[in-house]
């Protein structure tokens, strides 16, 4: 250590030793950063079945995942009115809530699978079944979202029995009907706007073609991060400037759009 009785020697080493301390608290610290990388190794599990089955829940237009289980329209009935009625009405004709889920289709749409009053100059309202192509998407909707205020508190059962009376009231069935895991994929044959399914049209276009119809990357696709683009002005405004739409609720209440059209 500093032995010397000189000042400016004694000071000298003194600052000497000093910067030796501070390289040396550097260095360890160094090492310490180092030596506590996380091990990760031990944390974790895999994931049980009932978890995975929880998050594969979905219902696929070829009705894989659609679980067994049955209901009657007279079943419908009674569940129609203790949980579905006082938002969709007594003959799905409300539209307090959302779009009326029935109305607009005729006997002719049903044969054709398509439906006339979806026409661009049609004055009609669009509702549910006017406008939906698989009927899996009304299965696993309800399942999933209804009723709007207890989503996923139905049975399975339940489920099947609300569409039994949906198709019912709107007379794609008769009041006899069981809806089932085997009957589903026959109401799919009845569905009004069956074949009114259309990608020909999207938010935007890429390379001329809708956005969305483009192929899913399955392999080799981007490496590390990929970066996230904000939608392009251009695409939010393509339905006009939200602020002259003001709606009363919901995320996004109006955002006002630049009027003139962006570069993305
Ligand atoms: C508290 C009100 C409420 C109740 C009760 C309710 N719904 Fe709904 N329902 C809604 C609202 C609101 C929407 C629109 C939700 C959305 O678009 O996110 C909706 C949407 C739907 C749709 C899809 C409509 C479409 O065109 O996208 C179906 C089908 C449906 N409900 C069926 C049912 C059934 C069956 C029941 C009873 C088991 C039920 N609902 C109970 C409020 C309700």
């Not at 929880?54 to 894989?64: C, I, T, Y």
């Not at 001329?208 to 119809?213: C, E, L, S, T």
């Not at 904000?230 to 939200?242: A, C, D, E, S, Y």
Request: with cysteine; charged share 25%.
């Amino acid at each position: 250590m500093c032995k010397s009785i000189e000042m400016t020697r004694l000071i000298r080493c003194v600052m000497g030793w000093m910067v030796m301390g501070a390289l040396m608290l550097t260095l360890s610290s160094r090492v310490v950063a180092q030596e506590i990388k996380p091990d990760l190794s031990g944390l974790g599990r895999a994931a049980r079945p009932n978890e995975l089955a929880a998050w594969n829940a979905d219902v696929r237009a070829d009705f894989q995942g659609l679980p067994p289980g049955q209901g009657s329209v007279k079943e419908g009935e009674l569940l129609w009115e203790q949980k579905c009625a006082r938002c969709h009405g007594s003959f799905g004709e409300s539209h307090s809530h959302t779009n009326p889920l029935l109305g607009g289709i005729t006997p002719d749409d049903v044969k054709k699978g398509r439906v006339a009053a979806q026409a661009p100059d049609s004055k009609v309202p669009v509702s549910t079944l006017m406008k939906v192509a698989t009927v899996s998407t009304l299965w696993d909707f309800v399942r999933r979202a209804m009723p709007w205020d207890a989503p996923k508190s139905l049975s399975t059962n339940e489920v099947y029995a609300s569409l039994a009376y949906l198709f019912y009231l709107a007379d794609l069935v008769e009041a006899d009907f069981v809806l089932s895991d085997k009957t589903l994929p026959k109401i799919q044959n009845l569905l009004p706007n069956r074949f009114g399914m259309t990608l020909d049209h999207g938010l935007g276009s890429v390379n001329g073609k809708p956005d969305v119809n483009q192929p899913a990357c399955m392999k080799d696709c981007v490496v590390g991060e990929p970066k996230v683009k904000v939608m392009p002005t251009r695409m939010k405004q393509i339905h006009g400037n939200l602020e002259d739409q003001m709606r009363d609720f919901g995320a996004f209440r109006g955002v006002t759009l630049e009027t003139k059209a962006a570069k993305p």
